[in-house]
């Protein structure tokens, strides 16, 4: 079913923040808004999902306005994940999953034989089934992001909306969530939209990428056309040296230097597993490779530190510092 | 899951043993002994089973109030429905007095509902403009000073000896039921009872989180007013025959979810109201026996009986997080 933003005006209350975002999706394709934190990325998702009222213009699934559907209609066709972390209590995984058969379920929501093999169906896809039993809020929270996620898909949705579904995961986590989704949106034909800080995986997953800034939106289109050294510097408001240093062409010496990073500077870190700067771009990025981790090339020469063998974590740095001398030396 | 079921029907199993202990107990105990039939069917009998109806009814509304504000210390009181009920019974009567009258009964029994119902109405306008729901905490509470400082302000000026019903009221108490009492807030009870179990699956979304509620499509705005709706009208008709009965709401609903160890609403809304029954049946029967012929307010013992429950549940929650 395809997809459709038709001059999308979206703000609060009635102030607009961004005018006219039109963008069409085809079955099964992948779309990230990326932008600096507080860029609008999440007025965007809101107001496409129906949270937020928009201010002008209209979202399509298939032909149908989202706005003329009944609530019900609408959580039939459409899942989100978003970023609101409410506590709870006593609940298990797959009871949080099985609240996705909701827009499904009678008057008592009473789950039936065929909501519950759902559940479990999409539970396995996203590898969380070994955590039914589980209480959702004693698990990792890399974990909880795919149980949510299996949430969503148990919602039998032919969109998904996610809000920066990688902001709590570290590395392993990302590249787990990111290639889960990717292989959700082939199989399912589901159209996914997505928003995300970093510009390396959005490249690597979408279709198409759109970046948010303010009060504009630019550059909609394929990853490798829209994320060029020029649109990143202006997205981020970096200079040259700031991108070399990020894309490992040279430039800045410094590597505590990500501005854009929620736990800037690093050693800031509020708890271990929220430390994935060392994702963003890995120190031992300048050394090509010598550095000693895992890593692949992209299409376009920049260096990918997918699965590296590196411990990414605070108690190495000084491991990572001293290689870094290493290399540099070599 | 199999230990959840386990627990499921152990609780059941327990409730149940309680349930015709209590009744048992409530019924027999006392110095008229079980013989005297008019006794036991026109005085212990109603007051049974308003102690059963009412602490049910109490503790759903806790329960509502708890899972719909995301706050586990909220009540039926925080929403000032008590203060109001208190207010228009003090105004009635204080009115009554000046014409030369005394106040029947059904008459208090009328203005408690009707001012409970006011703050209700006020209540819920508040959050349809509300902007998240702990801002209706914020004015459900400012409600209810409000209306303690009106009582204070009507009742310093009206004779001491003419308001000592006002005070007798106010301490809450299950004594002196009629059964004509029993059947209008059985009536009451019933209806608001369904009325809440049905909506117990939009509630079980709304656990998640508001924009997951919305997401999976449950009408919050609807929602929000039904919960507001629902347990002001409970606690009303407690506050109306029983006077103000404080923490059975707070308590009933942590204890039942600490049995079953689940939050289902689907669950957790009838043992609620079962357990909000037991534990009213077994403070009033404290109240009324422990120190015969001496009779205690059974607010004041399920304050004695709940404070250290509430406590006790909130300091294992902190060392589980």
Sequence with gaps: MRFRVDKLTVGYDGAPLIRDISVTLEEGQILTLVGPNGSGKSTILKSIAGQLEPLGGAVFIGGEEVGAMGPGELARKMAVMFTDRRQVELVDCFDVVSMGRHPYTGALGILGDHDRAMVRETMEMCSVWDLAGRDFAKISDGQRQRVLLARALCQEPRVIILDEPTSFLDARYVHALLDTLKKLARQRCVCVILSLQQIEPARKISDLVMCVKGSCVFGLGKPQEVLTKENICRLYDMDEGGYGFMFGRGGSKSFFSNKECQYFPCHKAPREEDFNCLFCFCPLYHLGATCGGDFTYLGNGVKNCEGCAFPHHRGNYEAVLGRLGDGAEA | ?321
């Design chain 2, 1 to 321: 899951m199999e230990n959840r079921r386990f627990r499921l029907f152990a609780t059941a199993g327990a409730f149940i043993a309680l349930t015709v202990a209590l009744a048992w107990l409530n019924v027999a105990l006392g110095s008229v002994r079980a013989a005297d039939a008019d006794i036991i069917f026109k005085i212990r009998l109603p007051r049974l089973l308003a102690s059963a109806i009412l602490g049910g009814a109490l503790a759903l509304s806790g329960f509502l109030l708890q899972s719909f504000l995301g706050n586990p210390i909220a009540g039926p009181f925080v929403l000032g429905i008590s203060h109001g009920s208190k207010l228009a019974v003090a105004f009635v009567m204080i009115c009554v007095l000046r014409q030369g009258a005394a106040m029947s009964s059904q008459a208090m029994v009328g203005a408690a509902f009707l001012g409970a119902m006011a703050v209700t109405g006020m209540i819920l306008l508040f959050s349809r403009g509300a902007p998240h729901p702990g801002a209706l905490i914020v004015c459900g509470v400012m409600v209810g000073y409000l209306c303690s400082a009106a009582t204070d302000f009507l009742t310093a000026f009206a004779d001491e000896a003419g308001i000592v019903n006002l005070h007798n009221w106010s301490r809450g108490s299950f004594s002196g039921t009629s059964w004509d009492n029993v059947w209008q807030m059985a009536a009451l009870t019933a209806g608001a009872s369904i009325c809440a179990f049905m909506l117990s699956k939009p509630l079980a979304a709304y656990q998640m989180g508001e924009q997951y509620a919305k997401s999976v499509g449950v009408d919050v705005l609807r929602l929000r007013v039904c919960i507001v709706a629902l347990s002001s009208l409970l606690c009303a008709t407690v506050t109306a025959y029983a006077g103000p009965i404080s923490f059975v709401g707070i308590a009933a609903p942590h204890i039942v979810k600490s049995l079953l160890k689940n939050a289902k609403p689907i669950l957790v809304i009838p043992f609620c109201f079962w357990c909000g029954m037991i534990f009213c049946m077994g403070c009033d029967l404290i109240a009324r026996t422990a120190f015969a012929p001496t009779e205690l307010y059974a607010s004041s013992v399920t304050a004695i009986v709940g404070a250290p429950v509430v406590i006790k549940i909130m300091l294992e929650r902190k060392g589980r997080r």
